[in-house]
């Protein structure tokens, strides 16, 4: 149960980073550094 709570974090944080680095080329990704 843990391994897979890990595991979907893991998911999450990679989804934000590519998140974060799509919003770098439009130069938007300051506003949500915040969040």
Do not use: D, I
């Amino acid at each position: 149960m843990k391994r897979l709570g890990n595991l979907s974090k893991q998911k999450s944080v990679l989804h934000k980073w590519r998140k974060k680095k799509k919003l770098k080329h439009s130069g938007q990704w300051r506003n949500t550094e915040k969040e």
